[in-house]
């Protein structure tokens, strides 16, 4: 089994920033891909960045050149810097990861941002 741990939500004005982590432990495999999806309110479930075991990212649209993901593969743990942040941004943000042949894919329980004056 694989746990994942995220933190670093909050409140922050328009325009402001934050960083996110999540801490991966358990069974992990040497080569996985890792990734950050938000659910804004009434709103489905949407990929923000993915990072594979060799720093290969990969962004949506919406946060191209707002943020920037990454990964310390020795401690497990993946990053999301997000400058510029809007109004828009404004969800739960969750970590994946998945591994294996079979793909098996793991989440965390979710940290809160929230993108106000």
């Known amino acids: 089994q694989v746990q994942l741990v995220e933190s670093g939500g909050g409140l922050v004005q328009p325009g402001g920033s934050l960083r996110l982590s999540c801490a991966a432990s358990g069974s992990i495999s040497s080569i996985n891909t890792m990734g950050w999806y938000r659910q804004a309110p009434g709103e489905q479930r949407e990929l923000v960045a993915t990072i594979t075991t060799f720093r290969i990212s990969n962004y949506a649209d919406s946060v191209k050149g707002r943020f920037t993901i990454s990964r310390d593969n020795a401690k497990n743990t993946m990053y999301l810097q997000m400058n510029s942040l809007k109004p828009e941004d404004t969800a739960v943000y969750y970590c994946?990861?998945?591994?294996?042949?079979?793909?098996?894919?793991?989440w965390g329980q979710g940290t809160q941002v929230t993108v106000s004056s």
């Open positions: 994946r990861l998945v591994q294996g042949y079979n793909r098996s894919n793991y």
